[in-house]
């Protein structure tokens, strides 16, 4: 409950459905009445009236447990799930689809309680089970979000008291981890406490959830303030909230830091949930949220540090969304790593900063900011996909240690586990 309905607070009405393909065709169209060959609803038994079905020239309409389907005769072709097109072993399809004809229909069609059955002109059979055609449809997936999550703000994060998973636990239990990757799912961040502070201790940790996703960076790297790279994260400078590697084709999708040893003063980490922030700047100004999810942008990083010589470029709008159900999936932000903008008119670019500083002034908002004074042996992991991060300014030895994770393995793991990811 929780998961269902603060994620879909995450879902924008959408704009761009409102079109005549999506009327149902019986009904009048531009004020004219359709005729006689109105397609005629069957229904089963009159005792379940929770099924009906009819077909129209290029589809099948089924309703079925409250939903409207509408399906693409070659789509049904396509994904038959008879042991000849495909392999239930292997999850895997064994039909050319390249070999359906693109104006197929079924020779005859047969709806009982619990199964659809199509016949095709060939005389090939498909049988879909009702229950698995809502799971699938694109009617049913648009009232589902893809992956539940509890967005933040300072006091809904503390009030939570979301728990820390203790190191062994994590890697030697599946409650632990699993304990662990829920709380990661939902909130975008996830501690583990009592990490032996080494960077060995620390890549241990990472690969029991996932593949260290090796970059520009290293594979496990630390750092200090020492100047080693042409980045200000490797300063004693305060850095506002952002979100890593949007100058990659696809950001990194999880961050983990470690801190092994700081003696000194200031240095605490900050994070913001960026969909929380998002979610905030939907509700004020659609029109705004729909912009820079639509407007492609560039990052870049350019680095020619003693021997290392780096140009990255990523390109990508500030927030991604599912176009089917419009869930927010990744925020880009960084405003110090954002190239010259040159990929849209300038009026746009206008009405784009005027959606930025809308977006900036929710990730800045006090009440926004969770701040965590990271220590020896308390490990974070960031999706970097989501939460944004940033630092106080520090005095003193400081020195972090970390790595970057590939998402899908994490996401693998979870789903191994049971949760949906
Ligand atoms: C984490 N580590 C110190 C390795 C890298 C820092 C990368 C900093 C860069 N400005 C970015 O935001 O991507
Ligand atoms: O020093 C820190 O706490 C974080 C610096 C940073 O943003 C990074 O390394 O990505
Ligand atoms: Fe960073």
């Not at 999708?253 to 929380?276: A, N, W």
């Not at 639509?294 to 599912?322: A, Q, R, S, T, W």
């Amino acid at each position: 409950m929780w998961c269902r309905r603060l994620a879909c607070l995450l879902r924008v009405p959408c704009q761009l459905s409102g079109s005549t393909r999506h009327r149902s065709p019986w009904l009048p169209r531009d004020g004219r009445t359709v005729l006689a060959a109105a397609p005629r609803w069957h229904h089963m038994a009159p005792e379940s009236l929770k099924c009906a079905w009819q077909l129209h020239g290029d589809h099948l309409e089924l309703r079925y447990a409250n939903t409207l389907m509408r399906f693409d005769f070659v789509w049904l072709r396509d994904h038959c799930r008879s042991a000849s097109c495909y392999n239930a072993k292997t999850n895997q399809r064994s039909l050319d689809t390249a070999s359906v004809d693109l104006g197929i229909k079924p020779k005859a069609v047969r709806v009982d309680e619990t199964t659809l059955v199509l016949t095709w002109p060939d005389g090939h059979v498909t049988r879909y089970g009702l229950e698995w055609l809502v799971k699938n449809s694109y009617e049913g997936q648009k009232q589902q979000v893809m992956h539940p999550r509890i967005l933040w703000n300072a006091e809904i994060y503390h009030q939570a008291q979301v728990p820390s998973v203790d190191c062994r636990s994590f890697l030697e239990t599946d409650e632990g981890l699993k304990e662990f990757l829920q709380n990661f799912l939902l909130y975008g961040i996830a501690f583990v406490e009592n990490v032996t502070p080494t960077k060995e201790d620390t890549e241990i940790l990472a690969e029991r959830i996932s593949l260290i996703r090796e970059t520009i960076y290293g594979r496990m790297w630390y750092f200090t303030s020492d100047f080693s790279r042409g980045d200000t994260a490797y300063t004693k400078l305060a850095l506002d909230r952002h979100t890593d590697t949007t100058y990659f084709q696809e950001p990194c999708g999880i961050q983990v830091f470690h801190c092994l040893k700081h003696e000194g003063t200031g240095g605490r980490t900050l994070l913001v949930d960026g969909f929380y922030a998002a979610e905030q700047v939907l509700r004020q100004a659609p029109e705004q949220f729909e912009l820079l999810s639509k407007v492609p942008l560039k990052h870049e990083y350019v680095e020619n540090v003693g021997d290392c010589h780096n140009h990255m470029i990523g390109v990508g709008p500030v927030l991604n969304v599912y176009p089917w159900n419009n869930e927010l999936y990744l925020i880009r932000y960084n405003n110090y790593d954002r190239a010259v903008i040159n990929t849209v008119p300038y009026d746009v670019v206008h009405r784009w900063y005027a959606a930025h500083r809308t977006l900036t002034t929710e990730l800045r908002r006090p009440e926004n900011e969770l701040w965590v004074k990271l220590k020896p042996g308390k490990a974070l992991f960031i999706d970097n996909w989501r939460v944004l991060h940033g630092r106080e300014a520090f005095t003193g030895y400081r020195q972090l240690c970390g790595c970057y994770l590939t998402r899908d393995d994490v996401l693998n793991t979870a789903r191994l586990l049971g949760l949906q990811a």
